[in-house]
């Protein structure tokens, strides 16, 4: 089969997308219940904090407990959790109480495959696709935290932060040197705008997980990628927030996570940013 895989493109891409697929299901599991283990967490230290005795709780973490409808308690059998196929087959709905399903399941695991068979095909049988992957995950599973809870939980951030480092150790997406310097600028970018915005307005413009974000795409893609990561993602920003606002769904008070147009800079440097900052420096 590595054989193959090596030799047929086509048959390398399918069974990552597939795979893609799977991690796309399992990724669905980290964003429902990331936040609530954290929210878990912090309950804890506050009552130890506060020096009350800390009530033992059922365990919840990724792997346990076994996973539910949140309406009725039906416990989903392994061939409800087959990607996109099971809510198809479901026709979005609950086995037992037909309660919907959240649309965004299957679109979390199209997603993760689409762009799981991108990877596989722009950078080809090369240990850089395994990495890419991880990243890739890690941004698909970030934004959508973000887009639920407003935050950016330092259990992905934090680790993705170092992984780029070891991962350009060889070269891989850029130089050591670029990783580290990328890590660091990527933080103190945007902690010196957060702090420059709350001396000017008195009000926070953004949280502390975009810092450490944008330090791992740092980290990953090196400190010259920095400014276009941050350019298309504030355009981008910019631009759904206005749109939200002229539709009369947002109002112009209301914090938007930047955690996901973060991620989608991110995701357009992966792939194209070299070519798009020998493009723009070309033009002078």
């Not at 309950?43 to 800390?54: I, T």
């Not at 099971?86 to 709905?93: A, E, H, K, Q, T």
């Not at 209301?254 to 020998?278: D, S, V």
Request: aromatic share 12%.
């Amino acid at each position: 089969m590595i054989t193959q895989l090596q030799e047929s493109a086509t048959f390398f891409i399918t069974l990552t997308a597939i795979f893609g697929l799977m991690i796309g299901s399992f990724l669905n599991v980290v964003i429902y219940r990331m936040p609530k283990m954290m929210e878990r967490s912090w309950q804890r230290q506050c009552a130890e904090l506060r020096g009350e005795p800390v009530e033992a709780m059922p365990v919840f973490n990724l792997a346990a407990p076994r996973s539910v409808c949140p309406h009725c308690g039906h416990k989903i059998a392994f061939w409800e959790n087959i990607p996109v196929l099971s809510y198809l087959l479901l026709r979005g709905r609950c086995l037992e109480c037909r309660s919907p399903i959240s649309v965004r399941y299957p679109i979390i695991e199209v997603v993760t495959g689409i762009a799981s068979g991108f990877v596989a095909w722009h950078f080809g049988w090369d240990w850089l696709t395994a990495a890419a992957l991880v990243f890739v995950w890690a941004l698909i599973a970030l934004a959508a935290i973000d887009i639920d809870t407003h935050l950016l939980p330092d259990d992905i951030t934090l680790p993705l932060m170092w992984l780029g480092i070891l991962v350009n150790m060889q070269t891989g997406f850029t130089n050591l040197q670029s990783a580290v310097i990328g890590a660091v600028a990527g933080y103190l970018s945007l902690w010196a705008v957060y702090w420059i915005f709350k001396l000017i307005t008195g009000k926070e413009g953004m949280g502390y997980g975009d810092f450490k974000l944008l330090a791992a795409i740092g980290a990953w893609l090196g400190w010259s990628i920095l400014p276009l990561v941050i350019l298309l993602s504030s355009l981008v920003g910019a631009v759904v927030g206005v749109g939200l606002i002229i539709a009369a769904k947002l109002h112009k008070d209301i914090m938007i996570p930047f955690g996901p147009y973060l991620a989608g800079g991110a995701l357009i440097a992966l792939f194209w940013g070299q070519e798009i900052n020998h493009a723009y420096f070309g033009l002078f």
